[in-house]
C-alpha cells in the first residue's frame, strides 16, 4: 500500500457540493476582490478564533510582515524569532526592514524557549514573534511577561495552528497580533494561497487593512506607501466552507496522533512533548532519532511517504548568510533539524494507511 504524506484532493471531495457552489457564487457574483465573502469569512474566522478582528490578506508571509510594518517597526530595530521554524518567519522581519535575532528553542517542545529570550533583548529590541510550530501551542504567557516588562509586543505566526489551544484559549488571541496562512497543506487551506491576521487592536486591524490595498482607505487616496497583499473572493468563498469543517478536521488529526502514540510509546523514537497546557492541532506529527535518514529511506521502500520539516534552519540558508551565523551557532535548532521526520498525519488518512504507516516503522 503506497500512504501519500499529503493528500490534497480528498478534502475538496468531500466538501465538494459546498465548495463547488462558493464557486459559483462567486463568478456569477460578478465581483473578485475585496467584497461579501471576505468580509464574512473575516467575521466567522475572527469568531473561531474567539477574537475581535481578522484582515484577509494575500498569504501567510505578508499578514507577518504587514502586523510588522502596522507596529511601526523597521531599520534599526530588531525582532526575536525562533531559530527552529520555517523561513517565513524570518523573512516577515527582513521584508520589514528589521533584523531577525534568533532565539533557541526548548529542546521537548521545539518552540522558542522563553528562558532564553531575555538574554537577546537590546534596546533596539522591539516585538517577539512566537512559533506554534507543528501546530503545538507555544508558552505564550511566560513570552508576554518578558514582553510587557520591556514593553515590546508579541505577535504569533499561527501558520501551522489553526484551532489549536493554550490554557484553554484559542491561538490568535495569545498576543498583541498573529498571523495564519491558508496554504493548501495547511490544517485550513485555500485552493491557492491565502492568510490573514487576527488581533484584538482595532487600531492594528485598520493599519493592516490599509496597507495591504496600497495605502489605501479610500479608493485613489493614498495615506501611505501600502502594498497589494489580498485574499481574494473566491479563496474567501472556499475558506468559509472549510471553516465549517476545521474542528471535525483536527479531531481527525488529534485521534491519528494517538494511535501513533498508542503505537510507538517506549520506542527508539522521540515523540512529540505535548505539555498539560497544550491543545495541540497536529498539523504535523514529528518523530526524532538519530538514524532519520535510514529510516526516511526505509519507510519510502515500503511506500511510505515522509517530509522533513525542515532540512536547514533558517540561520545556515545562503538567503541568511548577511548575518554571519555558521555551524554550531544554533545547536538545539541544528540538532533537531538533523533528527526530525514528519509522518503523514491528515484528516482523510484513511486506517488502513495508519496502519501501514506503523506496520512500516516498526519494521
Ligand atoms: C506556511 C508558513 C508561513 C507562511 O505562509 P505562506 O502562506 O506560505 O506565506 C509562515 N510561518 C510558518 C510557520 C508556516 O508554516
Given at each position: 500500500m503506497k500512504v501519500p504524506f499529503c493528500d490534497l484532493k480528498s478534502p475538496y471531495l468531500e466538501l465538494k457540493d459546498e465548495l463547488d457552489a462558493a464557486y459559483h457564487r462567486v463568478m456569477e457574483s460578478g465581483r473578485y476582490i475585496l467584497g461579501k465573502e471576505v468580509e464574512v469569512f473575516e467575521s466567522e474566522f475572527a469568531s473561531y478564533c474567539e477574537t475581535n478582528y481578522c484582515v484577509g490578506v494575500a498569504n501567510g508571509l505578508d499578514a507577518l510582515h504587514l502586523i510588522i510594518r502596522a507596529f511601526g517597526i523597521g531599520q534599526g530595530d530588531e525582532v526575536i524569532v525562533p531559530?527552529?521554524?520555517?523561513i517565513a518567519t524570518w523573512l516577515a522581519v527582513s521584508h520589514a526592514g528589521a533584523t531577525p535575532i534568533p532565539v533557541e528553542p526548548d529542546e521537548h517542545t521545539y518552540n522558542i524557549d522563553s528562558k532564553r529570550i531575555e538574554s537577546a533583548i537590546t534596546h533596539r529590541t522591539k516585538a517577539i514573534i512566537v512559533v506554534h510550530l507543528y501546530g503545538q501551542p507555544a508558552d505564550v504567557d511566560a513570552v508576554n511577561e518578558i514582553a510587557k516588562k520591556h514593553k515590546i509586543k508579541v505577535i504569533e505566526d499561527a501558520a501551522q495552528a489553526h484551532g489549536a489551544r493554550y490554557k484553554g484559549r484559542r491561538v490568535g488571541t495569545l498576543g498583541d497580533a498573529a498571523g495564519f496562512s491558508f496554504y493548501p497543506g495547511k490544517n485550513l487551506g485555500a485552493a491557492g494561497d491565502g492568510g490573514a491576521i487576527t488581533t484584538n487592536d482595532p487600531e492594528l486591524a485598520d493599519k493592516v487593512r490599509v496597507l495591504c490595498n496600497y495605502g489605501s482607505r479610500n479608493k485613489y487616496c493614498n495615506d501611505i506607501k501600502g502594498f497589494n497583499s489580498r485574499l481574494d473572493e473566491l479563496q474567501a468563498a472556499f475558506l468559509c466552507e472549510k471553516l465549517k469543517k476545521l474542528d471535525e478536521w483536527n479531531s481527525r488529526r488529534k485521534a491519528i496522533a494517538s494511535e501513533y502514540y498508542k503505537a510507538f510509546l517506549g520506542s527508539e523514537l522521540t515523540l512529540p512533548y505535548v505539555p498539560e497546557w497544550a491543545d495541540p492541532v497536529w498539523h504535523l506529527f514529528v518523530v526524532r532519532n538519530p538514524q532519520r535518514d535510514q529510516i526516511q529511506k526505509k519507510l519510502s521502500e515500503a511506500g511510505v511517504a515522509t517530509i522533513i520539516h525542515y532540512p536547514i534552519p533558517p540561520h545556515l540558508q545562503e538567503a541568511y548568510f548577511d548575518l554571519g551565523y555558521i555551524v554550531g551557532s544554533f545547536k538545539v535548532s541544528e540538532q533537531i533539524h538533523n533528527e526530525v521526520l514528519s509522518l503523514p498525519i491528515g484528516p482523510q488518512l484513511t486506517s488502513a494507511e495508519v496502519a501501514a504507516v506503523v506496520r512500516a516503522l516498526r519494521q
Open positions: 531559530s527552529n521554524t520555517f
